[in-house]
């Protein structure tokens, strides 16, 4: 691995950080003592001013990034809510993000407990709200640009290829990759990233976001939320996620392995400027196989 | 395939059930068009009584077992609670489980919402309620079965080997695979099998379960809702996961491959009653890569 791979990178992956993993000892198939690598997971409960969403299940890292972005994904902040600031308590393992007045959010969950006692299960029934009217950019993509970001993202140095049991996703712009993060937690690779171009104020209009999970519905709602037009995967579909992104104008490819890819929506921003036969498969030591349940 | 391979099972996947794939076509690397098959998603919402508990994403197949597992597993359910029936509606796409009366975790859930406004957060943090002196019996598990189940539930016809992008959990007994159940959602094809245990009042105490997903924390705390002592997968772990498993006495065996496997709790009941040089690789096919996101 030489320098320049992680060089990319706004954010990479960290994977000697030491609250990240840890060494637990066991047994292997013949009996003899083992010691490995196993990824944390920590619960992180996320408030929104004074009410209590949800507890994360997450590794640790960027929980403030994970709280603004989780909020972000679910169309609990608008896009003209004020942050006032963003609170995180290692001690309590709590984030309170905090906004300048109550939050559209806030007042419809008054409303809902009014009339219907407590509104438990409908919290996260309003993700597809705020996609209506939505228009992702007419942006090209090249496929160099995809097979590039599948060899370079691969062979990063990262938590899955240290302990494995993890997710990845990654931002990128073109051929480059920008922000890398991983998570235990199903969706919080990707709000992480979501908070993160929150705080940066970076816009999704020419990004591809790059995932090691499936696309389903979730994954693709939340993609559009950023409004990020192109959404690619080593692992496959969906029929739900295929819908919604054909309805939002999302182009999503899967399936991505070596040359070979599958497109099922979105399929004219695609540029096929390289001949597939000419590109490299995947060596063996950098496949995935069954990582990222 | 012979039809003997799938006569093990009370439940066996059905990948060619038309409500559970779909064709979806699109293009290729090389711009051709391609149709491939992909998994259902739909929502499902599941109340208990009067109360709207949560909405799960799921293929859709036995919504009833999904309903009462989830419940079960949640704690919100407990042993003394007479289910009186367990309605599901195709049209409304929800499923209520009704008790005789209100369950303790109503009578929890009221009290929450008076004293704090709504409890919209809390409702799944009190997963690890009932582990309490919590005790799994100290039954063996020969490695031998271990490996013939591994065997077998890799070439079993599913969904995971027609469509992909799907995760898998089975009910085992010794060698034997009873209930195989795959879902799209993270959690729900352990979840169907609990409910399917509920429902047909089937004890854990000899089982196994088996599952393609890693072992977490929430995947640890089901399986020890469920009484089953021993949890084997291809997957790999995380470190709280591993702190719940040792905690409440429950055997964890992960990065099953081949003849490979790692045991980091619960070691004692392991009985290596074969020669792991004798056992045979996974052969290409069916290798699982990047399966369960």
Known sequence: MSRDDT?????????????????????????AEQTISVVEERPLTIFLNGQEIVTA???????EYLALGFLKNQ??????????????DDDLETVVVRTDGETVYEEKLKKKTRTSGCAV??????????LDGLTLPQTS??????????????????????AGAIHGTVLCHQDRPLVYMEDVGRHNAVDKIA???????????????????????????????MGIPVLASRSGFTAWGVDIAREVGLTVIGRMRG?????????????RDVDPAHV????RKHRRKGADA
């Open 280 to 283: 490299a498969s995947e060596d």
């Open 7 to 31: 060089d990319h990178y706004l954010i990479a992956p960290d994977p000697k950080a030491g609250r990240l993993t840890r060494s637990v000892t066991g047994f292997d198939e013949t009996g």
């Open 195 to 225: 908070g993160w171009m929150l705080s940066e104020g970076v816009s999704g209009d020419d990004k591809i976001l790059y995932t090691t999970g499936r696309l389903t519905s979730e994954m693709v709602i939340k993609c559009a939320h």
């Open 75 to 88: 169309g609990m902040l608008s896009d003209d809510e004020t942050i006032k600031g963003v609170d995180y």
């Open 121 to 130: 299960g409908t919290v996260f029934g309003d993700m597809m709200e705020g």
């Open 259 to 271: 040359q070979r890819f599958t497109c099922l929506a979105g399929e004219e921003r695609l540029v």
């Open 141 to 162: 993509v090249r496929t160099s640009w995809l097979y590039a970001l599948a060899a370079t993202i691969n062979k990063t140095p990262s938590l899955y290829l240290e």
């Open 57 to 63: 299940m997450t590794i640790g890292d960027y929980p």
